[in-house]
């Protein structure tokens, strides 16, 4: 599966932004879709992430509340709202897939180790600033 992120960009702190992980090759069905991000000098972390299993969805604490993320299956995309933004959450975006996950996949945590998904789009920036 091939996938292309979009939607970044800069933001004042409070504002909002959609981000965008259009998939192509493959459906997303029975895969684990999840959004990751990276700031300068920090490890690349899990954000979110949902399950095309049974449509469960997954949050870093750091962002409970204010992001949300949801699919669309007539364009095979995956969708990251992210509100009330604050300047710590500046980073360069990222969504990965796993394919065929199974339960402990989500129950563990797994989903927010960076290592344990094996295709990715490319990154979009994020600048929460005033």
């Known amino acids: 599966v091939q996938l292309q992120a979009s939607g970044g960009g800069l933001v004042q702190p409070g504002g909002s932004l959609r981000l965008s992980c259009a998939a192509s090759?493959?459906?997303?069905?029975?895969?684990?879709i999840a959004w990751f991000r990276q700031a300068p000098g920090k490890e690349r972390e899990g954000v979110s992430c949902?399950?095309?299993?049974?449509?469960?969805?997954y949050y870093a604490d750091s962002v409970k509340g204010r992001f949300t993320i949801s699919r669309d299956n007539a364009k095979n995309t995956v969708y990251l709202q992210m509100d009330s933004l604050k300047p710590e959450d500046t980073a360069v975006y990222y969504c990965?897939?796993?394919?065929?996950?199974?339960?402990?996949?989500?129950?563990?945590?797994?989903?927010?180790?960076?290592?344990?998904?094996?295709?990715w789009g490319q990154g979009t920036q994020v600048t929460v600033s005033s």
């Open positions: 990965a897939t796993e394919p065929h996950p199974g339960l402990r996949f989500f129950l563990d945590r797994s989903w927010a180790q960076w290592t344990r998904f094996g295709s």
């Open positions: 090759g493959s459906t997303l069905d029975y895969y684990a």
């Open positions: 949902f399950s095309s299993i049974d449509y469960s969805t």
